[in-house]
């Protein structure tokens, strides 16, 4: 399978060469010639799939083949949970539209940083807007953009903005837009709230799964350690030393054990750094691209704020702390294992967490092996 043989304008063609990549993911091979043909998508896949290509790629050429008028309203919106992934969306555009000719325009807007400066942004018109709901939403409310003449709509991770709470917004939105739409809808998991939303929004929509529900990738090795909870920091900075973790994501329940962690991680001469929701976007953009960099060996991060963090091939994924809910255990450990490389998620898991345990291991219907570090 090429992607030539998927309907995609040579334009297109040369920017995923221009990538570098030579064969579709299963999630293109199905998505994209279904989305080029107008029909509504429901996707069942999370970030490392290849999902976002699978839906920038078709968007870019519908809205190539029709024309625009001069005040160019707003033809595809795709909403996404957070700032990150909005980001990675857009770039993605800007990637796979570079060749064609007129090119479409493209913005992103999100909240925690100054609203004007995007208002300006979309005082052009813009054809293809990626937004955050709720700083769409400021931006409606102030006569920035409108969403009336709207072709085509994508929900990215749409479990994970239900999640977020994001369904009164993502109602409120909907009820702006044309009647007559395209709908494509990303989610990893499928809880009924997901369902409800998706039967009131897609029409004879095509399905794609391109792993079984809720499972996770065969590519990830899982280990559970079971530790006492006073000595968790202790196991993780033997385990990235003795180890010779180079690339470490860790994620923590909370803000403030994610500060502590990346304090006592440098403590012992292991250079971590932070990414949550009280860090300005400009720390986690810096503390992003030092990880990627290779500089920062341990990044600590909340549920929240890596979402959307894509990192090509991240080796290990530790769960300082179990997720509240099983649906964000199969998320976190989704960063790792991608693209065929193999990966590690490591969960640190003390007596109380056991019942979280249980649930997770319903959840992906199997049991994780258990270890144990002597000394913990
Ligand atoms: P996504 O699931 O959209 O977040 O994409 C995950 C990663 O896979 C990104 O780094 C993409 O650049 C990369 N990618 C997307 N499509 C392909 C492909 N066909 N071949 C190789 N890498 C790809």
């Given at each position: 399978m090429s992607f030539s043989n998927l309907g995609l304008s040579a334009e297109l063609l040369h920017a995923i060469q221009d990538s570098g990549y030579t064969t579709p993911t299963p999630i293109q091979q199905k998505a994209i010639p279904a989305v080029l043909t107008g029909r509504d998508l429901l996707a069942a896949a999370q970030t490392g799939t290849g999902k976002t290509a699978g839906f920038t790629l078709p968007i870019l050429q519908r809205l190539a083949q029709t024309s625009y008028s001069r005040n160019r309203p707003v033809r595809a919106l795709i909403l996404t949970p957070t700032r990150e992934l909005a980001a990675q969306v857009g770039e993605s555009v800007l990637k796979y539209g570079t060749h064609q000719q007129p090119r479409l325009k493209s913005e992103v807007v999100f909240g925690g940083v100054k609203?004007?400066?995007?208002?300006?942004?979309?005082?052009?018109?813009?054809d293809i807007l990626?937004?955050?709901?709720g700083r769409l939403l400021d931006l409606i409310n102030q006569n920035a953009v409108r969403l009336d003449k709207v072709e085509i709509l994508v929900l990215d991770e749409a479990d994970r903005m239900l999640d977020m709470g994001f369904i009164k917004d993502i109602r409120k939105i909907l009820a702006l837009l044309p009647k007559q739409r395209q709908?494509?809808?990303f989610s990893a998991t499928f809880s009924a709230e997901i369902r409800k939303l998706?039967?009131?929004?897609?029409?004879k929509p095509v399905t794609v799964e391109v792993a079984a529900e809720n499972a996770t990738a065969d590519t990830i090795d899982q280990i559970v350690y079971t530790v006492n909870k006073t000595a968790k920091t202790a196991l993780l900075t033997h385990l990235v030393k003795t180890k010779n973790w180079q690339q470490v994501l860790v994620f923590t329940s909370t803000k403030h054990g994610a500060n502590k962690l990346t304090e006592k991680l440098n403590t012992a001469e292991i250079k971590a750094a932070a990414i949550h929701g009280n860090k300005s976007q400009g720390?986690?953009?810096?503390?992003?691209?030092?990880?990627?960099?290779?500089e920062i060996r341990v990044l600590v991060a909340t549920d929240v704020a890596a979402r959307g963090i894509d990192i090509a091939h991240l080796p290990f994924v530790v769960n300082y702390e179990l997720p509240r809910s099983?649906?964000?255990y199969v998320h976190r450990i989704g960063r790792t294992g991608r693209a065929g490389k193999m990966g590690q998620a490591i969960s640190l898991v003390s007596q109380d967490e056991q019942p979280a345990l249980k649930l997770v291991?319903?959840?992906?219907?199997?049991?994780i092996n258990r270890e144990q570090i002597s000394g913990f």
């Amino acid at each position: 399978m090429s992607f030539s043989n998927l309907g995609l304008s040579a334009e297109l063609l040369h920017a995923i060469q221009d990538s570098g990549y030579t064969t579709p993911t299963p999630i293109q091979q199905k998505a994209i010639p279904a989305v080029l043909t107008g029909r509504d998508l429901l996707a069942a896949a999370q970030t490392g799939t290849g999902k976002t290509a699978g839906f920038t790629l078709p968007i870019l050429q519908r809205l190539a083949q029709t024309s625009y008028s001069r005040n160019r309203p707003v033809r595809a919106l795709i909403l996404t949970p957070t700032r990150e992934l909005a980001a990675q969306v857009g770039e993605s555009v800007l990637k796979y539209g570079t060749h064609q000719q007129p090119r479409l325009k493209s913005e992103v807007v999100f909240g925690g940083v100054k609203i004007n400066p995007q208002m300006m942004r979309l005082r052009g018109g813009v054809d293809i807007l990626t937004a955050t709901p709720g700083r769409l939403l400021d931006l409606i409310n102030q006569n920035a953009v409108r969403l009336d003449k709207v072709e085509i709509l994508v929900l990215d991770e749409a479990d994970r903005m239900l999640d977020m709470g994001f369904i009164k917004d993502i109602r409120k939105i909907l009820a702006l837009l044309p009647k007559q739409r395209q709908n494509l809808l990303f989610s990893a998991t499928f809880s009924a709230e997901i369902r409800k939303l998706t039967e009131g929004l897609l029409i004879k929509p095509v399905t794609v799964e391109v792993a079984a529900e809720n499972a996770t990738a065969d590519t990830i090795d899982q280990i559970v350690y079971t530790v006492n909870k006073t000595a968790k920091t202790a196991l993780l900075t033997h385990l990235v030393k003795t180890k010779n973790w180079q690339q470490v994501l860790v994620f923590t329940s909370t803000k403030h054990g994610a500060n502590k962690l990346t304090e006592k991680l440098n403590t012992a001469e292991i250079k971590a750094a932070a990414i949550h929701g009280n860090k300005s976007q400009g720390a986690r953009t810096s503390a992003l691209a030092g990880f990627k960099a290779g500089e920062i060996r341990v990044l600590v991060a909340t549920d929240v704020a890596a979402r959307g963090i894509d990192i090509a091939h991240l080796p290990f994924v530790v769960n300082y702390e179990l997720p509240r809910s099983s649906s964000d255990y199969v998320h976190r450990i989704g960063r790792t294992g991608r693209a065929g490389k193999m990966g590690q998620a490591i969960s640190l898991v003390s007596q109380d967490e056991q019942p979280a345990l249980k649930l997770v291991e319903k959840l992906i219907g199997s049991k994780i092996n258990r270890e144990q570090i002597s000394g913990f």
